[in-house]
């Protein structure tokens, strides 16, 4: 089984400070990690992902992740925030399925997180 | 770019109507999905179809839920007898074999009433 918790339902942060939004996973097989984006009344587009590899992965719009299997987390981050950035963030993860899990690729989503900008 | 596209992008219907949400997968792609969203919930998968089956399904995917793959091209979910509570933004997402990404929709906001 797999579960997503994000901490934090809302975030708000200034034009140019640095955006961190948490995300921490349980999976009981090897995990795949993403971060998808909503913009209001659109669908979810992908900003990035973790497989396999290497941990720090980096993503559109000037967005990373890293991959901490010692602490289940899989944090989002941006160095300076953008007036276009305002978004609601969906951390997601799926088993990989060549290490034992039986997964067709669903994704099981955290809850999500508004992220607010202010000039 | 190719991406996923659904119809309608709004269905409004009466509570016990059927109602049919459409899809068209990227045309290279094997796995198909359909997944919810309730307003102010989180997205939440119905169901994964591959290889012209069912491969996993949710609790939530009971049995007035179907899916169907009816020619090369389009991908549908089926509500027999809607529920007020089956109101909802419903995606669709597809995605190619191996570790790669699934594309979503844009969405079709169902509202029961």
């Known amino acids: 089984a797999q579960s997503v918790t994000q901490l934090g339902s809302h975030v708000s942060v200034s034009e140019g400070a640095l955006v961190l939004l948490r995300c921490n996973y349980s999976s009981s097989v090897p995990p795949y990690l993403f971060w998808y984006v909503q913009y209001p009344n659109q669908g979810l587009q992908l900003l990035l992902k973790y497989t396999t590899g290497a941990t720090l992965v980096k993503g559109i719009n000037g967005f990373e992740a890293e991959f901490k299997k010692s602490e289940t987390s899989f944090h989002l981050t941006k160095p300076s925030a953008h007036m276009s950035d305002a978004a609601e963030y969906f951390c997601a993860v799926s088993a990989d399925p060549t290490a034992g899990g039986t997964s067709y690729g669903k994704l099981t989503f955290g809850q999500g997180t508004i992220l607010t900008v202010h000039p | 770019e190719p991406e996923v596209t659904q119809t309608p992008s709004h269905q409004v219907t009466q509570m016990g109507q059927e109602v049919i949400l459409r899809c068209v997968p990227i045309s290279n792609h094997l796995y198909f999905y359909w997944y919810r969203q309730i307003l102010g919930q989180k997205v939440e998968f119905l169901v994964s179809?591959?290889?012209?089956?069912?491969?996993?399904k949710s609790e939530i995917f009971d049995d007035q839920f179907s899916v169907e793959r009816p020619d090369g091209s389009n991908f549908t979910l089926k509500i027999r007898s809607t529920k007020l509570e089956d109101s909802a933004m419903y995606f669709c997402?597809?995605?190619?074999?191996?570790?790669?990404?699934?594309?979503f929709g844009p969405g079709t906001r169902l509202t029961v009433t």
């Open positions: 179809f591959y290889n012209n089956e069912i491969s996993e």
């Open positions: 997402a597809s995605k190619r074999a191996g570790p790669y990404e699934q594309y």
